[in-house]
């Protein structure tokens, strides 16, 4: 009894220790001298956060591309007639159709998500200027930055090609919608690190690894209030 009490006990430490590892390096990094200067801010571009989650936000249309060659307008149930930005966030597919709210969370669907087992989507929403809201930050984003993160968004459909593939009838709203996506949410993996590694290729400045939303902002400039 007292060797399992004793094994339990090891297991629990080494539990709590990989937890505090996780979290030390994730909030350490962002002090991290950055190696790349940032490119001149030629795009208009930002990321948006809910404090948890973030997504990419760039012009609908640009000389570079047209999204609703990607993602057709017709597979969401509506789309502004004045959209000036398209807002693109990766997630575990589980967690995305089935956690509108926090309060929709459990503890199944968290475990879930963090196994890496599961499927991913994007998530999709036209955007108008003042639907941006108040976490957002600019992108200091050049044309070359900015054809990086396109690269980086349509690689990650789900066969790498357009148009993409939607979920039918899945939303959360009037402006969204889903879409099948290449690669599985983990621990390591999160949607942050998604949005990270969309930012380095397109050499903003960003943490060398990105699991948690601060992680993706701690190094741009809040983006002015309208």
Do not use: K
């Not at 997504?55 to 609908?60: A, E, G, Q, R, T």
């Not at 007639?81 to 929709?104: K, Q, Y």
């Not at 879930?112 to 087992?117: D, I, N, P, Q």
């Not at 990086?148 to 349509?154: E, F, K, M, P, S």
């Amino acid at each position: 009894m007292r060797r399992a009490l004793f094994g339990i006990g090891w297991t629990i430490a080494g539990a709590l220790t990989a937890v505090a590892l996780y979290a030390a390096t994730a909030f350490s990094l962002p002090l991290l001298p950055v190696g790349t200067p940032a490119p001149a801010a030629d795009i208009e571009a930002y990321v948006v956060s809910n404090g948890v989650h973030t997504d990419l936000v760039l012009p609908v249309r640009s000389e570079r591309i047209d999204w609703t060659s990607v993602f057709d307008p017709a597979h969401f149930r509506s789309m502004p007639p004045d959209a000036s930005f398209v807002a693109i966030g990766w997630g575990d597919r589980e967690f995305f159709l089935n956690t509108p709210e926090w309060r929709d969370l459990t503890v199944g669907r968290a475990v879930g998500a963090l196994s890496g087992t599961g499927r991913s989507l994007m998530h999709v929403t036209w955007l108008r200027r003042t639907d941006l809201g108040t976490r957002v930050w600019r992108l200091p984003l050049d044309a070359a930055g900015h054809d990086a993160l396109v690269q980086h968004i349509t690689a990650t459909l789900h066969d790498g090609t357009t148009p993409a593939r939607p979920v039918p009838g899945r939303h959360y709203g009037p402006t969204d919608a889903f879409f099948e996506a290449r690669g599985a949410y983990d621990l390591f993996t999160t949607c942050n690190t998604w949005t990270g590694q969309g930012l380095r290729a397109a050499r903003v400045p960003v943490s060398p690894w990105t699991p948690f939303a601060p992680n993706v902002v701690s190094r741009l400039a809040p983006a002015p209030r309208p």
